[in-house]
């Protein structure tokens, strides 16, 4: 997700300093998303020098940070529109299967059989954090639903896995009985019409 975007959502709830947010990202993300205080500072001085917050005094020494008017238009934009695809982000799995597809001596079975037990793995701690996530306050239920989302996507590419294995298979059928029947195409079409020609004499 977009940092920026969420540092803004969560300045749109009360005045925060910059440890507090990352503290505040992390929690209500689970942790899946983790941000280092440098990513957190940078993306707040940005955000200050456009405009959408500004410094809102100090609490026990520690800077406060505040939506500016501009800021509050900025998330209320976020939170009415969809999230706009636009180019697909660089996904390394399929860069790598759509590399090993097309590259000679490799065993895109063995390559697609060692993700599915990965992504197996990763779906089974899933499952369990899910069980035990509760929904009792706000943090519980969006650290639930990001969980959510994490086991629908590793589903997806478990499903992804299958149709890629099936796919190469179908492939390599095609590969191999493509020569045998273009033979048998070539072979009748050099016969001699022998018997067409003797009924038109």
Do not use: C
Request: hydrophobic fraction near 40%; avoid cysteine.
């Amino acid at each position: 997700m977009s940092v920026r975007l969420g540092l803004l959502a969560l300045l749109g709830e009360h005045p925060t300093g910059v440890y507090q947010l990352r503290k505040d990202f992390e929690v209500r993300t689970g942790g899946t998303w983790p941000l280092n205080i440098g990513q957190v500072y940078a993306t707040i001085q940005r955000l200050d020098r456009d405009g959408l917050v500004e410094m809102a005094g100090e609490l026990d020494g520690v800077e406060l940070y505040r939506l500016t008017e501009a800021g509050t238009t900025e998330l209320a934009g976020w939170w009415a529109g969809p999230v706009e695809r636009g180019h697909p982000g660089r996904d390394e799995l399929a860069i790598k299967i759509a590399l090993a597809v097309s590259a000679p001596g490799v065993d895109v079975a063995a390559v697609v059989q060692t993700q599915r037990t990965e992504s197996m793995r990763a779906l089974r701690d899933y499952t369990r954090l899910k069980a035990r996530a509760g929904t009792a306050d706000r943090d519980e239920l969006a650290w639930s639903l990001v969980l959510d989302n994490l086991i629908f996507a590793t589903e997806a590419e478990v499903r992804w896995l299958d149709h890629i294995e099936a796919a190469v298979v179908r492939a390599a059928r095609q590969r191999t009985t493509a020569p045998a029947e273009h033979h048998v195409v070539e072979s009748a079409a050099d016969q001699p019409h022998t018997g067409g020609e003797r009924s038109r004499r």
